[in-house]
């Protein structure tokens, strides 16, 4: 077969298909993946049983006619069709050539690509949920159609993860896609305590590093490449898992709730408590002096009763705090006290000299950061997780997307690294409660102005932004320096709110004090006003009488006329009087100067 012949027809494409002769097959295989996207085309090579032929042929071969092949498998199935050559061989097939590491790069992209078109499968309607992986013909669809491959190559998600740093742009787009479909999957099927146990191992193997390292680089403007919507993607469902999070409520009934609250009280290092003795009856002073104890037999251990407000809770019953927060709340609570064991355990340390109410609560603070960084990345503004993956956001095979400086600001690095964030923002608002002598009814006003550092600092990041860069700007933010951008926001909502209303009053008042300085200076002019004046003696033969003669000095007096066309004036030699009824009047200054003749 020629590569410019005409299309060949759909038999002789299936003896080539079936040939021994490798040359052959490839070429076959190679006309394959542009026909197949032709449905007409398609639905004749699937009546000739060509996906019979196309599995064996995935089965068996190596090289450029394996990487064909899948590329035709892959152009049936987005398709919609042809699922019965995909069973557990052909994904076994899938999961081993990408988690290889030796295979050509065409190979793997096309595997890649076959296994997020079986994850990211939706059953028929008619199928029924419940049988979405009993038969034969919907066994390949979600995460547990490919667990047993993985179950197989148990290095395959390491393998999965460390593609997002390949030089190969298109490879890193279908091994997001398949990070993405594997979260989707387990999210929407996993069971609430399967989801977060996948998420975790995904996290372990630095899939947030991966990503981050795609949002900051070039690639990720490119509004054309699959890699940025698989990105956005990514991003998309990182919102999703942390509104999860915050809806899941904690409970005192879940295990892995009470051993997170048991985690952040050993990490503070508290000291034992020594419960109080029982004492002997009758005994005991109204002054406050305490008996010898006696030790309380078969008595059970109690509890400090301020195990809990010692951390930073309202109440000695923490878990209805995390109302707001749900299990989010707690996690970001546990992570902060694992990622500073010795500055928390030395906080409370601290606050154990300070009187109570100037102690900082850090479990409060920790929950209001929480939400602070939940507001500002509008995580509520994601649609819920059916929504989000019925709507098309998050579904699929993900493709280009439209508009690079879009795409460039819609692209946000630095959510993926809530821990950090959470981190550096609730050491902020310990330290501008130290530096501002704050107590516990300044606790709202410590947390707005969190709230705008959050939102200059991090909001004035761009996507190329190192966390470390913002840390360090947390880190160093002044008190003063926060409450000026508080005043400046303050400044800001006066004007949205008030611009239009202030703008007509200043205007209006420029005018009325313009008009009102004007009638007080005719009435100044209409009473007169005197002004001493000096008149130098004039010159003789050339000689400056001046030298020998002093000048005189004079007063003259001014007046404006009733009708405000004149001025009228006088020279006098001393002022007749200082009390204004007393003044000249305007038939005694016979010096008149129109004001028409004032051109300045």
């Given at each position: ?198 998420i975790k191992r995904l996290q372990d193997l ?45 409970s005192p009934e879940v295990v892995e709730h ?153 692209l946000k690095p630095l959510l993926l690294q ?183």
């Open positions: 077969m020629d590569a410019n012949d005409d299309p060949p027809s759909v038999s002789s494409l299936l003896l080539s298909l079936t040939s021994d002769s490798d040359p052959t097959q490839k070429l076959a295989v190679f006309r394959l993946q542009t026909l197949l996207h032709d449905p007409s085309f398609a639905d004749a090579f699937l009546q000739a049983q060509g996906a019979r032929a196309l599995r064996a042929c995935i089965i068996d071969s190596q090289g450029n006619t394996l990487a064909y092949a899948l590329g035709s498998l892959n152009a049936l199935l987005e398709l919609g069709v042809g699922w019965e050559a995909v069973d557990s061989n052909v994904i076994g097939r899938a999961v081993e050539l990408a988690a290889g590491g030796g295979g050509l790069v065409n190979i793997v992209r096309n595997a890649l690509t076959l296994l997020v078109l079986v994850v990211s499968r939706v059953p028929d309607e008619d199928e029924g949920e419940e049988r979405v992986y009993e038969t034969a013909a919907t066994a390949a669809t979600g995460f547990r159609a490919i667990k047993p491959a993985l179950d197989a190559h148990p290095e395959f998600l390491k393998s999965l993860v460390g593609r997002l740093s390949a030089s190969d742009h298109t490879l890193c787009a279908n091994a997001l896609q398949l990070v993405n479909a594997l979260m989707r999957d387990a999210v929407l099927y996993g069971g609430e305590s399967e989801w977060p146990k996948f630095g899939v947030i590093g991966g990503v981050g390292m795609l949002m900051r680089g070039e690639a990720a403007g490119d509004s054309s490449s699959p890699l940025a919507g698989a990105i956005l993607e990514f991003q998309g469902l990182t919102k999703v898992l942390l509104r999860k999070w915050r809806s899941v409520g904690v009470k051993r997170a609250l048991k985690t952040v009280h050993l990490l503070s290092r508290p000291e034992r408590f020594a419960a109080p003795a029982e004492r002997p009856q009758g005994e005991g002073g109204a002054n406050g002096d305490e008996p010898p104890a006696v030790p309380r037999k078969n008595s059970r251990k109690q509890h400090h009763p301020s195990k809990w407000r010692r951390l930073g809770f309202e109440t000695e019953s923490p878990f209805w705090e995390f109302d707001e927060t749900g299990y989010l709340g707690i996690m970001d609570l546990v992570d902060y006290a694992r990622r500073n064991e010795s500055a928390y355990h030395r906080l409370f340390l601290e606050q154990a000299a300070q009187p109570v109410e100037q102690r900082c609560p850090l479990a409060r603070a920790s929950l209001g950061v929480t939400l602070v960084l939940y507001e500002h990345f509008e995580i509520d503004e994601t649609a819920d997780v059916e929504n989000f993956f019925s709507s098309g956001t998050g579904g699929g095979h993900a493709r280009g997307v439209s508009g690079g400086a879009v795409v460039g600001r819609a809530w821990g950090r964030l959470h981190t550096a923002a609730l050491n902020a608002f310990l330290r501008l409660w130290k530096l501002s002598g704050a107590e516990a009814e300044d606790f709202y006003k410590i947390e707005e102005l969190v709230r705008i550092i959050v939102e200059r600092i991090i909001g004035g990041a761009d996507r190329k932004t190192e966390v470390g860069k913002i840390e360090e700007e947390f880190r160093t933010v002044s008190l003063e320096t926060a409450r000026a951008w508080q005043m400046e926001g303050l400044e800001e909502v006066y004007q949205d709110a008030w611009g239009l209303h202030l703008e007509a009053v200043r205007e209006q008042l420029y005018h009325e004090s313009l008009q009102f300085m004007r009638e007080q200076r005719i009435r100044c002019l209409l009473e007169g006003s005197w002004f001493p004046t000096t008149i130098s003696p004039p010159t003789q033969n050339g000689v400056d009488a001046g030298a020998v003669q002093p000048p005189s000095s004079t007063y003259r007096f001014v007046r404006l006329h009733p009708n405000r066309r004149t001025l009228h004036y006088s020279d006098f030699t001393s002022p007749i009087s200082t009390d204004p009824s007393q003044y000249p009047e305007i038939e005694a200054l016979p010096q008149i100067l129109e004001l028409s003749a004032i051109t300045s």
